[in-house]
């Protein structure tokens, strides 16, 4: 198994941006797709984006979309998420996950899709 840790996590004001670093433990981090949900209080756990499992191939939610980016460097085990422009809404804590299906990383949306998931770091947009 994969033990997931996120970092970066932090008090921004609108427009500004942050990045977040999920580093992995274990030898395999290059066989997992690479996820991030975010969650807000009272509400479900939510897509953000995910990354193939060689990082040439990307996915994210459209609230996210040509904002932030999802980037892997497998050889630290380490994925990262690039959030640019951000907004009151982007607040929420941020979790890492990895995940074992052969499927697209497009149909990667669903916090079930994921085997192992980090601790969250809190994200925090203030206007």
């Known amino acids: 198994q994969v033990q997931l840790v996120e970092s970066g996590g932090g008090l921004v004001q609108v427009g500004g941006s942050l990045r977040l670093a999920c580093a992995a433990s274990?030898?395999?981090?290059?066989?997992?797709?690479m996820g991030w949900f975010r969650q807000s209080p009272g509400k479900e756990r939510e897509f953000v984006a995910a990354s193939s499992r060689n990082g040439g191939g990307t996915y994210y939610a459209d609230s996210v979309k040509g904002r932030f980016t999802i980037s892997r460097d497998n050889a630290k085990n380490t994925v990262y998420l690039q959030m640019n422009s951000l907004k009151p809404e982007d607040t929420a804590v941020y979790y890492c996950?990895?995940?074992?299906?052969?499927?697209?990383?497009?149909?990667?949306?669903?916090?079930?899709?994921?085997?192992?998931w980090g601790q969250g770091t809190q994200v925090t947009v203030s206007s």
């Open positions: 996950a990895a995940s074992n299906q052969i499927r697209p990383i497009s149909y990667l949306t669903g916090v079930d899709r994921y085997d192992f």
């Open positions: 274990g030898r395999t981090f290059g066989t997992y797709i």
